[in-house]
């Protein structure tokens, strides 16, 4: 027997042609990814069931707790809660010594209601509407999405937007600091399809005397018209209600157009013609802002922007993946310069580009 054999008990003539490959025969992978997968169904409702709850928020208030007082606290039966905790033990969100649960720094920071960065309400919201997953194979079968959201953009962006605002704010507040807003005073800016206007509300809270307009649907523009006032900022603002494919914008009067988290669920001719119109809008040496969740061009090197692309796929009538290559692709097709990507936090990337200040680069001769 050849010393060298990764498979020592194979005979010589235990070839690939003849019994097929040894790793499956004799040494199968482990079965734990498809375990993992299976598992993630119901990690997610644990989660669900602990933030509905309120298991993070209570043991907050009480500190650290065995769970006999926590159960107390939350009215529920103790046996099944110390199963709940359990698991959240093993999502690393609590830890347990000695029978006595505490909150780990990812729950205080995430998972808490009053987090400094809190996810606590997006959990329930992100997948969108649960029987899209539930009819994905028929989605896949006929290209075409059950409930998209487009169907209901009331319902479902009020409530995303309402969860996801602390955490593109944060973004927000990081990428104006790297990008020097606060030494920039006067900046016009739009902010496309603004939710609770994080993106604009970063811009005028760094920059001194700059103001906004900001866009966004019936019934989910007055959740940024009261967040705004609630920051105080409503007299440098006004509001531009309707479709960002159809509103009036000015010409050349912008110094940032913001595109935040719109493009994954607008398609490939849709973003193009989006970007077209930030191009116009703004002036020269104005800079546009891709915010989103973008995959790696080979689409397998990030899990989380292969998988946010098919939960885009999955749940609305046009979105999809965003690979790097197709974003800059559009941004140069449109005629933008100076493209760089920042990741002011973790997982948010955003594209930066400039309105070139001499026509000469534009690339058709009309759009100066
Ligand atoms: C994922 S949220 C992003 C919100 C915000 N820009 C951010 O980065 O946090 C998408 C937003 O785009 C808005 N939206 C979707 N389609 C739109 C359209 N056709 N015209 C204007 N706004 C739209 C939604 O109502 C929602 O507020």
């Given amino acids: 027997m050849a010393t060298d054999s990764p498979y020592p008990e194979l005979k010589k003539s235990h070839t690939m042609a003849h019994?097929?490959?040894?790793?499956?025969d004799y040494k199968p992978p482990p079965s734990g990814p498809v375990w993992a997968v299976i598992q993630g169904v119901g990690s997610y409702w644990m989660l669900v069931a602990a933030l509905e709850l309120g298991v993070f928020d209570a043991i907050e208030r009480l500190g650290p707790s065995p769970v006999g007082p926590l159960a107390d606290d939350l009215s529920v039966s103790a046996v099944h809660l110390q199963h709940l905790c359990d698991a959240m033990v093993s999502f690393g969100f609590l830890d347990q010594v000695d029978e006595v649960y505490e909150l780990?720094?990812?729950?205080?920071?995430?998972?808490?209601?009053?987090?400094?960065?809190?996810?606590?309400?997006?959990?329930?919201?992100?997948?969108g509407p649960l029987a899209n997953w539930e009819h994905l194979a028929?989605?896949?079968?006929?290209?075409?999405?059950?409930?998209?959201?487009?169907?209901?953009?009331?319902?479902?962006?009020?409530?995303?937007?309402?969860?996801?605002?602390?955490?593109q704010l944060r973004a927000a507040t990081r990428l104006g600091l790297r990008l020097g807003w606060a030494r920039r005073p006067g900046l016009r800016v739009l902010d496309l399809g603004a939710g609770r206007a994080p993106w604009a509300i970063a811009v005028?809270?760094?920059?001194?005397?700059?103001?906004?307009?900001?866009?966004?649907?019936?019934?989910?523009?007055?959740?940024?018209?009261?967040?705004?006032?609630?920051?105080?900022?409503?007299?440098?603002?006004?509001?531009?209600?309707?479709?960002?494919?159809d509103i009036e914008i000015e010409a050349g009067e912008y110094d940032v157009v913001v595109l935040g988290h719109i493009c994954r669920t607008e398609g490939d001719e849709?973003?193009?013609?989006?970007?077209?119109?930030?191009f116009a809008a703004l002036a020269p040496g104005g800079t546009v802002l891709i915010a989103d969740y973008f995959a790696d061009n080979d689409r397998k090197f990030n899990p989380f922007g292969v998988q946010m692309g098919l939960t885009m796929l999955a749940n609305t009538a046009r979105g999809g993946m965003l690979t790097n290559a197709q974003v800059t692709g559009w941004l140069r097709d449109t005629g933008f310069a100076g493209i760089r990507m920042i990741e002011p936090i973790g997982f948010n990337f955003v594209y930066v580009a400039d309105r070139p200040t001499t026509p000469s680069t534009f690339p058709t001769g009309d759009r100066a």
């Fill in 19 to 24: 019994r097929g490959r040894p790793w499956r």
């Fill in 104 to 127: 780990t720094e990812t729950a205080e920071r995430y998972l808490c209601t009053n987090g400094p960065a809190s996810m606590a309400a997006l959990v329930r919201v992100a997948p």
């Fill in 138 to 167: 028929d989605t896949i079968r006929t290209g075409v999405v059950t409930q998209p959201i487009d169907d209901i953009p009331e319902a479902f962006y009020g409530p995303l937007v309402q969860a996801t605002f602390p955490t």
């Fill in 204 to 245: 005028l809270e760094q920059s001194p005397d700059s103001t906004a307009v900001v866009n966004d649907l019936p019934g989910v523009i007055d959740l940024a018209v009261h967040t705004v006032a609630e920051r105080g900022l409503a007299d440098r603002v006004r509001f531009r209600e309707g479709d960002f494919h």
């Fill in 270 to 278: 849709r973003s193009r013609s989006l970007l077209a119109r930030a």
